[in-house]
């Protein structure tokens, strides 16, 4: 199960469609079966490149942000545990390889350098949401001898 989660909304995330085998791995099916909707897991998110803040000359941390649209609504989600190494920064665009460092425990972004006033500061980045399946049927076509096709699976983010 190492695909993108894909969210509707800041709850709800649908992963699929997926191809399955029948014997065998971390597949959708037996992890589906050992976990059903009982017991929550991480699953991944992506974060796209995303603006987290605009420099005023004094200030060297930002937080890491995810923002939602849904028509004329928008919604912001602090992310502070951003997986390891998929965090990339820029500066007005441009890609910054060293100068900062993020802290995977607060998703803070911390630069040695305080950004220029008005630089736009963005940031794109994985990270993980605790997640349950939202069902306790997995519907599986049966295409070829071994293999299968899964179109959804409905997982809910687990509060804590």
């Known amino acids: 199960m190492n695909q993108f989660l894909?969210?509707?909304g800041?709850?709800?995330f649908q992963v699929g469609p997926a191809v399955v085998r029948r014997a065998g791995g971390?597949?959708?099916v037996p992890f589906f079966l050992q976990l059903v909707h009982a017991h929550g897991f991480q699953g991944r998110q992506a974060g796209e490149n995303g603006l987290v803040g605009v420099g005023d000359g004094n200030t060297t941390a930002f937080q890491l942000v995810k923002a939602y649209s849904s028509g004329a609504h928008t919604w912001t989600r602090t992310i502070t545990k951003p997986?390891?190494?998929t965090v990339l920064v820029a500066l007005d665009g441009v890609a910054q390889a060293s100068g900062w460092s993020v802290d995977t425990t607060t998703g803070l972004v911390i630069f040695t350098i305080t950004p220029?006033?008005?630089v736009a500061i963005t940031a794109g980045?994985?990270?993980d949401v605790p997640v349950r399946f939202d069902t306790d049927r997995l519907d599986v076509t049966h295409d070829l001898e071994r293999l299968g096709s899964v179109t959804s699976i409905p997982l809910i983010k687990v509060r804590r």
């Open 10 to 12: 800041d709850v709800d």
């Open 83 to 85: 997986a390891s190494r």
């Open 26 to 28: 971390k597949e959708p």
């Open 116 to 118: 220029a006033s008005g």
């Open 6 to 8: 894909n969210a509707v």
């Open 125 to 127: 980045f994985e990270f």
